[in-house]
């Protein structure tokens, strides 16, 4: 699988979260976790890694994290939404985004 760039995001309004997927996706395949990942549900990116892979899920959260300042909460929602991008595709999760959500602006509290 390849990294996308910020423009395959652009319909996302709020750019902190246009920039944690972006990231977060492109840290699962520059992590070698893209596979991983496709083929199983993980309970907490943040607070329950799997065991077996400690070390790649630390790999992981300090890659995708590089540009935008993450609780532990907004990253593991990053991830969730990264995993979702993986199992479902790109082109059929960004219709269901297009379709179904609708910005929030977390910042003054306004939809967009």
Same mark, same amino acid.
Not at 24 to 35: F, I, L, Q, S
Not at 53 to 58: A, E, V
Not at 76 to 101: C, N, P, S
């Given at each position: &699988?390849?990294?996308?760039?910020?423009?395959?995001?652009?319909?996302?309004?709020?750019?902190?979260? #246009?920039? $944690?997927?972006? +990231?977060? %996706?492109?840290?699962?395949?520059?992590? +070698? &976790?893209?596979?991983?990942?496709?083929?199983?549900?993980?309970? $907490?990116? @943040?607070?329950?890694?799997?065991?077996?892979?400690?070390?790649?899920?630390? @790999?992981?959260? #300090?890659?995708? $994290?590089?540009?935008?300042?993450?609780?532990?909460?907004? %990253? +593991?929602?990053? @991830?969730?939404?990264?995993? +979702?991008?993986?199992?479902?595709?790109?082109?059929?999760?960004?219709?269901?985004? &297009?379709?179904?959500?609708?910005? %929030?602006?977390?910042?003054?509290?306004?939809?967009?």
């Amino acid at each position: &699988m390849s990294v996308l760039g910020e423009a395959d995001f652009h319909f996302i309004n709020d750019k902190f979260w #246009r920039l $944690s997927i972006l +990231d977060g %996706y492109n840290a699962t395949v520059t992590c +070698d &976790m893209y596979e991983y990942i496709r083929n199983k549900r993980i309970e $907490s990116y @943040m607070f329950a890694p799997p065991k077996d892979k400690l070390w790649q899920f630390y @790999m992981l959260q #300090r890659v995708a $994290s590089a540009r935008t300042e993450h609780t532990g909460i907004t %990253y +593991d929602l990053t @991830m969730k939404i990264v995993e +979702d991008i993986i199992q479902l595709g790109y082109a059929e999760w960004r219709h269901f985004y &297009m379709t179904y959500v609708i910005d %929030y602006d977390i910042n003054v509290g306004n939809i967009v």
